[in-house]
């Protein structure tokens, strides 16, 4: 898929509401990409991820970079003594002493100074460059999509590094390059003070060559999980609002099942984590039965995978 390709599969199976961002750090030969605009004023790196989810193409050289510290740790210029040394953390009291925050400084990926000569963000759809990251301002369920689908091919779990310090520069752009896996993060003092991304959004950064078989791994998500999931199958249907929190271990649970609904699909039985259902031959006909009701947990899967919603749980209290 060309970059306009990923992109419109990505905001599809995902129900994006923002453009996913191409970001890319230009060499000192490289050329500048066509179809690039410099800002009319100075912008941060992540005012510059803003400006590109909403449709616009920027290249920026380091007198367009508003950031100092941005731009540094993405190798545009060298760090200034004053932000070099995590002054400004203790006077924005954002860190308590200069300890912590020489720490912290020490420890977030950062780039050469002169390593780069400048940055260039786009839609991913007009995209004219080969992105090095991609970054996502998304919501928690779409994150948590995009890890099980770069889990899909590998099983691998995710370990993320991360802060609550320049997000869009050292987390999603310079971690991601250097790494080559993806990254989240929750934004940053920076990030959430000058942009405008709200309350509940967060941000993810994919290494562009891991984009294509990520779509494709999300595709196969998009089959079943995503939209079973989002549709909450399993959320119980009925509530009994009689039985108290502190009632709730003398529950029993009932197993009932619909026969003249059942056709007979084995996707209970198969699905049932305690082996509660089995299925069983009526009249020459495979149909459901619950033969040990008492070992149900009300995990609710087999009324959500059955096709027919021929199962019903029916929770009751014990009079004993």
């Known amino acids: 898929m060309n970059n ?10 995902l129900t994006l509401r923002w453009s996913p961002v191409a970001v890319k750090l230009l060499k000192p030969d490289e050329p500048i990409p ?22 616009n193409s920027l290249y920026m050289p380091p007198s367009k970079h508003a950031c100092p510290d941005g731009s540094a740790i993405m190798g545009l210029v060298p760090m200034s003594p004053k932000l070099r040394s995590g ?4 006077l924005f009291k954002k860190l308590p002493n200069i300890e912590c925050a020489q720490k912290m400084i020490a420890s977030r990926p950062e780039f050469e100074a002169g390593e780069y000569r400048a940055s260039v963000v786009a839609p991913l759809e007009d995209a004219t460059f080969e ?4 970054i996502f301002t998304i919501y928690p369920e779409q994150i948590m999509w995009l ?16 802060s609550g310090y320049n997000s869009t520069c050292a987390d999603l ?30 941000y993810l950064s994919v290494p562009f060559n891991q984009l294509q078989s990520l779509a494709e791994s999300l595709e196969k998500l998009s089959v079943k999980s995503i939209p079973e999931a989002r549709k909450k199958i399993y959320m119980p249907p009925v509530i009994d609002r009689g039985i108290s929190s502190d009632q709730a271990g003398t529950c029993s649970v009932k197993v009932r099942i619909n026969e003249d609904r059942c056709d007979g699909c084995g996707l209970c039985e198969a699905f049932c984590p305690e082996a509660v259902i089995e299925m069983k031959l009526v009249d020459n006909t495979s149909k459901a039965a619950a033969i040990a009701s008492e070992k ?9 995978q059955c096709p027919q919603k021929a199962i019903q749980l029916e929770l009751f209290q014990d009079k004993s």
């Open 173 to 202: 752009t310079v971690q991601v390059m250097k790494s080559q896996k993806m990254n989240i993060s929750f934004g940053c003092y920076g990030a959430r003070a000058i942009s405008d991304i709200n309350d509940f959004e967060a």
């Open 131 to 134: 992105p090095d990251v991609v």
């Open 87 to 90: 002054e400004l953390y203790l």
């Open 296 to 304: 149900c947990c009300a995990c609710y899967t087999c009324v959500g």
């Open 34 to 55: 066509d179809n690039i605009s410099e800002p009319s004023v100075p912008l941060r790196h992540c005012q510059a991820i803003t400006v590109a989810r909403r449709g």
């Open 4 to 13: 306009k390709e990923l992109a419109e599969a990505f905001k599809n199976m």
């Open 147 to 162: 890890c099980c689908a770069s889990s899909y091919g590998s099983g691998e779990r995710h370990v993320f590094h991360t």
